[in-house]
């Protein structure tokens, strides 16, 4: 079966690694790019699940969009639905309550939210956000992003996650999120195709 998979979660916690590395395992998997008014960030040269710094003209085309922070993000319902056509799964990272109660009721069913849930504290995150030479306004807007993951979206409809949660813990090796992300997919029967590698 072909899912429309959302990651949640608080940042920091590993939802951009995951989604990467399954969309690079598994033909069946593609990444649903997001635009954003917000700044390009330290780490986001040229990848696949977001594009920031664009213009608030050009964030109109989109029919789903939200604000976050200040920042307008928006993504393509078309580009979701030509990729559950082509057979395949595809995976966007959301960060909005409004936003994920949309999908959930447009795409019911076929719809797989997962919560990542960093077991850790605010020092061992600031000390981690330190070691990838975050600036400190993105340290500060990060920060801000755990409360808003947790309180707006995940609290309130924790019954939407089922047994779809992973924990993920300062230091757990890649393959930690990996083996729990695949364990949920075939657990739920989603067809993620052949390995590329």
Known sequence: MNRLIII??????????LIREFASKYENVEIIKKYTTR?????????????????KEFMKQFEY??????NIYG????????CLS?????????GNAEMFDVLLKE???????????????????M??????????KEIETRLQNINIATT?????????????????????????????????CDKFDVDLGKTHR
């Open 39 to 55: 700044e390009i960030r330290s780490d986001e040269s040229n990848v696949p699940e977001v594009q920031a710094g664009c213009s």
């Open 8 to 17: 949640c979660g608080n940042s920091g916690s590993g939802k951009s690694t």
């Open 65 to 70: 969009s939200y604000k976050l922070l200040g």
């Open 152 to 184: 707006d979206v995940f609290n309130p409809r924790i019954e939407c996650f089922e047994q779809r949660i992973i924990l993920n813990s300062i230091g757990l090796p890649k393959k930690g999120l990996d083996k729990q992300f695949k364990f949920i």
């Open 127 to 136: 000390k981690n956000f330190e070691q990838q030479k975050r600036s400190d």
């Open 86 to 94: 082509s057979n395949k799964n595809p995976i966007i990272i959301i």
């Open 75 to 82: 993504f393509s319902k078309l580009e979701i639905d030509n």
């Open 107 to 125: 795409y019911g069913k076929i719809a797989m939210p997962i919560f990542i849930i960093r077991e850790s504290s605010i020092s061992e995150l």
